[in-house]
T-cell receptor, first 116, second 115 residues
Framework: GAGVSQTPSNKVTEKGKYVELRCDPI?????LYWYRQSLGQGPEFLIY????????DSGLPNDRFFAVRPEGSVSTLKIQRTERGDSAVYLC??????????????FGPGTRLTVL | AQSVTQLDSQVPVFEEAPVELRCNYS??????LFWYVQYPNQGLQLLLK??????LVKGINGFEAEFNKSQTSFHLRKPSVHISDTAEYFC?????????????FGAGTILRVKS
């Protein structure tokens, strides 16, 4: 079946602009995660959704970052007033999350954000 | 809080040679351990995971890893590598919790297999 998809694959924007990054999880997966991967580093956790609600947003770096998942499927990561330091690959992952905390996370290909 | 250290940023190795990618972690609570692989221009893919039980875990593509609690290590090994194993490998941990298992990743090790 289809895996996790993310759009766009690449996004170039100017400093100060607003951007939205979209994630389509695997059908039926109730858990959804966002990570950010800066150059030369491993992915860094941003936020975790269980269904429609953000169960853990402790990784969001500041209030310019916000994410939603209104119907418990597609999620959008929103970044306001972008800064050059926001340039990174933004990864989305989903898992079944049947209540066990050992579910495998399946990752999308990522969105490469470049802030000029 | 948890942290993961991958001791080698790059590991060059000849085809059919054995390889070990090292991973150490730090955590004040019990964790699960994972290795993910990222092939060029592809997303992260789970290679193997340790949840409990036998400390030797076998994964896909002939990889295995051994959990050593006393040394807080989870090194990845393969007895004979192929050109197709060229990729970046990430070690990750996840603290035990009731829901969700946010992953804490290391910085990654690039494995370059040469012919």
């Amino acid at each position: 079946g289809a895996g996790v998809s993310q759009t766009p694959s690449n996004k170039v924007t100017e400093k100060g602009k607003y951007v939205e990054l979209r994630c389509d999880p695997i059908s039926g997966h109730t858990a959804l995660y966002w990570y950010r991967q800066s150059l030369g580093q491993g992915p860094e956790f941003l936020i975790y959704f269980q269904g429609t609600g953000a169960a853990d947003d402790s990784g969001l770096p500041n209030d310019r970052f916000f994410a939603v998942r209104p119907e418990g499927s597609v999620s959008t990561l929103k970044i306001q007033r972008t800064e050059r330091g926001d340039s990174a690959v933004y990864l989305c992952a989903s898992s079944l999350s049947t209540g066990g905390y050992t579910d495998t996370q399946y990752f999308g290909p990522g969105t490469r954000l470049t802030v000029l | 809080a948890q942290s993961v250290t991958q001791l080698d940023s790059q590991v060059p190795v000849f085809e059919e040679a054995p390889v070990e990618l090292r991973c150490n972690y730090s955590s004040s609570v019990s964790v699960y351990l994972f290795w993910y692989v990222q092939y060029p221009n592809q997303g992260l893919q789970l290679l193997l995971k340790y949840l409990s039980g036998s400390t030797l875990v076998k994964g896909i593509n002939g990889f295995e890893a051994e959990f050593n609690k006393s040394q807080t290590s989870f090194h990845l090994r393969k007895p004979s590598v192929h050109i197709s194993d060229t990729a970046e490998y990430f070690c990750a941990v996840s603290p035990l919790m009731e829901y969700g298992n946010k992953l804490v990743f290391g910085a990654g090790t690039i494995l370059r297999v040469k012919s």
